[in-house]
T-cell receptor
């Protein structure tokens, strides 16, 4: 158990819908990262927050957005969902930007 | 951007033998190289990492070597056990870039044959 929690574990929804994935970092960690894992694209970095501020952006679609709240938990919002958005979404956290990243158990999103 | 290639994609070894997984990276500025183990239905678990100021690092049966000149790094698992069966990912990042994103390899499915 890495200490990173993610909810929900599974999410099934329809095309065009909007969902919110939640992540609580390890106690004391200020940095949160979101990654997408799909069969064809592998593990891809989406976005990073550090102490409430966006720090880096990767291959994140405009339909996706994220934020980190004052209590340091983070949410990833996915809207106008398409079939291709079906994937595992992982959150990772680290104490500071230049430290080891620890991953949560992931949220499996299925878009029907 | 950074590109990480990982080989082999699948690897089967007899229990007790050694396993080696290799990765190459493209960005010479990358300086942090972690390895993750992912079991079915779980998130990636950090098992070992190395920074570019070090050539080798060991932790019990696991070791990682780094060749900065050739831009490749390898994971070595000795005395393999059935619980080592999993998918292993290498990754690279440039910690001096102000962006600590990890760029992952495509993974190696390791099967330990009892």
């Amino acid at each position: 158990d890495s200490g990173v929690t993610q909810t929900p574990k599974h999410l099934i929804t329809a095309t065009g819908q909007r969902v919110t994935l939640r992540c609580s970092p390890r106690s004391g960690d200020l940095s949160v990262y979101w990654y997408q894992q799909s069969l064809d694209q592998g593990l891809q970095f989406l976005i990073q927050y550090y102490n409430g501020e966006e720090r880096a952006k990767g291959n994140i679609l405009e339909r996706f957005s994220a934020q980190q709240f004052p209590d340091l938990h983070s949410e990833l919002n996915l809207s106008s969902l398409e079939l291709g958005d079906s994937a595992l979404y992982f959150c990772a956290s680290s104490v500071a930007p230049h430290n080891e990243q620890f991953f949560g158990p992931g949220t499996r999103l299925t878009v029907l | 951007g950074e590109n990480v290639e990982q080989h082999p994609s699948t690897l089967s070894v007899q229990e007790g033998d050694s396993a080696v997984i290799k990765c190459t990276y493209s960005d010479s500025a990358s300086n942090y190289f972690p390895w993750y183990k992912q079991e079915l239905g779980k998130g990636p678990q950090l098992i070992i990492d190395i920074r570019s100021n070090v050539g080798e690092k060991k932790d019990q049966r696991i070791a990682v070597t780094l060749n900065k000149t050739a831009k490749h790094f390898s994971l070595h698992i000795t005395e393999t056990q059935p619980e080592d069966s999993a998918v292993y990912f290498c990754a690279a990042s440039n910690e001096a870039s102000g962006n600590e994103k990890l760029t992952f390899g495509t993974g190696t499915r390791l099967t330990i044959i009892p």
